[in-house]
Structure formats: structure tokens, C-alpha cells
T-cell receptor, first 112, second 115 residues
Framework: ELKVEQNPLFLSMQEGKNYTIYCNYSTTSDRLYWYRQDPGKSLESLFVLLSNGAVKQEGRLMASLDTKARLSTLHITAAVHDLSATYFCAVVLGTSGSRLTFGEGTQLTVNP | DGGITQSPKYLFRKEGQNVTLSCEQNLNHDAMYWYRQDPGQGLRLIYYSQIVNDFQKGDIAEGYSVSREKKESFPLTVTSAQKNPTAFYLC??????????????FGPGTRLTVL
């Protein structure tokens, strides 16, 4: 059974600060996704990471993947209030197929 | 505009009733999915379909049923056998076979409340 764990689950930070969200998963996978969800809304795709050492960046967010450690990180640089949301990582089971297993989500609050 | 639509946005159901949630996509995607989200939690897969006239159970299929008669549509029925159906239901679609990225794109969701 594939398990996906995120930490922290809750993160309160000040504007301008840096922080990292971690996503660990329990079995082999060749694809990892990061999504954003605003309160009461649907999920928005942020990144897809396909290979060991993959790094993707968009604005103040940077995601990386270490398949050997079964770990992905989402790094936030110089946070702004607009980044306040819940962030989910999701992992594909095995090395084929399309079933996603989601982490519990990290609720990020950026305070002025 | 291409995208995924879900209806209704809010749905109220009495105990013992079956209800059907609609999901339509015009992205020409082969694969479609239904997830359930409970407050403060991640998404759990209910059913998914990779091709018309075929679908598979996800992790929490009990009390739910689906059909996939058309590529564009993947309705979910929440039956009276589902003990605790109050939740936020999200439909997603992806290209399916072919590209290795196969990102799932989500609809706006339906919030179901059992009275």
C-alpha cells in the first residue's frame, strides 16, 4: 500500500521568509505532483516531477524530487500573502498507471 | 473554453436517497476520476475510468457507483448504502494513455450535505 506523508500539516509564516514543505512516500513511483487548493475551491496543478533530481520552479515556489530517498520538497522563497493555501503532493502508484495517492495537505498561512 | 464542469455546486440529500453528481469534460481526455475530500484531509479515490465503458474501483468505492457511456461524461451516484456521504466531491480528467506526465485536472467540485 502506498502511503504519502506531508509535513508540516500546518505552517504559519511571515511574509518575506523562506520555508520548505516535505513529502515522503513509501513505495517506488516515477511521478510526483504538487497541487494548490484555495479554501472551498478545487485543485490547481503546480508541478509534475518525473525523474530523480528533477527540479521545477514557478515564481516563489520550487519543487524537487529525490526518488532514492522517496522525498519531494516544495520550497517557498520570500513568501507573500497570496501564497496562503493548502498544498498537496500526490504520487502515482508504481511505475505505470495513473492512480494518484494524495498526502494530507499542508495548510500554509502567510502573515503580513 | 475547454475544461471540466461539475453540477450541481451544492447538493442536499435526505438520508436513504440516491443522488447523482454530474461530471463533464471537453478536453478530449480518455481518463476520468472521482475523489472525495473530507474537511482538513487529502483526496481519496472513489472510482476511475481509463476508457469508455470501463471503470475500476478506487480506495473507497463502497456505497458509490459510476458509469462511463460517453468519453465526455462520468457521473457518480452516491447510494443510500454510503454511510457518511457528506463531503466535497471532485472530478478530474487526464489524457490517459501516451504522455508520461498525465497530469490530472480537476473540476470545481460538488459539496454534498446529507440532512
Amino acid at each position: 500500500e502506498l502511503k504519502v506523508e506531508q509535513n508540516p500539516l500546518f505552517l504559519s509564516m511571515q511574509e518575506g521568509k523562506n520555508y520548505t514543505i516535505y513529502c515522503n512516500y513509501s513505495t517506488t513511483s516515477d511521478r510526483l505532483y504538487w497541487y494548490r487548493q484555495d479554501p472551498g475551491k478545487s485543485l490547481e496543478s503546480l508541478f509534475v516531477l518525473l525523474s530523480n533530481g528533477a527540479v521545477k520552479q514557478e515564481g516563489r515556489l520550487m519543487a524537487s524530487l529525490d526518488t532514492k530517498a522517496r522525498l519531494s520538497t516544495l520550497h517557498i522563497t520570500a513568501a507573500v500573502h497570496d501564497l496562503s493555501a493548502t498544498y498537496f503532493c500526490a504520487v502515482v502508484l508504481g511505475t505505470s498507471g495513473s492512480r494518484l495517492t494524495f498526502g494530507e495537505g499542508t495548510q500554509l498561512t502567510v502573515n503580513p | 473554453d475547454g475544461g471540466i464542469t461539475q453540477s450541481p455546486k451544492y447538493l442536499f440529500r435526505k438520508e436513504g436517497q440516491n443522488v447523482t453528481l454530474s461530471c463533464e469534460q471537453n478536453l478530449n481526455h480518455d481518463a476520468m476520476y472521482w475523489y472525495r475530500q473530507d474537511p482538513g484531509q487529502g483526496l481519496r479515490l472513489i472510482y476511475y475510468s481509463q476508457i469508455v465503458n470501463d471503470f475500476q474501483k478506487g480506495d473507497i468505492a463502497e456505497g458509490y457507483s459510476v458509469s462511463r457511456e460517453k468519453k465526455e461524461s462520468f457521473p457518480l451516484t452516491v447510494t443510500s448504502a454510503q454511510k457518511n456521504p457528506t463531503a466535497f466531491y471532485l472530478c478530474a480528467s487526464s489524457i490517459g494513455k501516451g504522455p508520461s506526465t498525465d497530469t490530472q485536472y480537476f473540476g470545481p467540485g460538488t459539496r454534498l450535505t446529507v440532512l
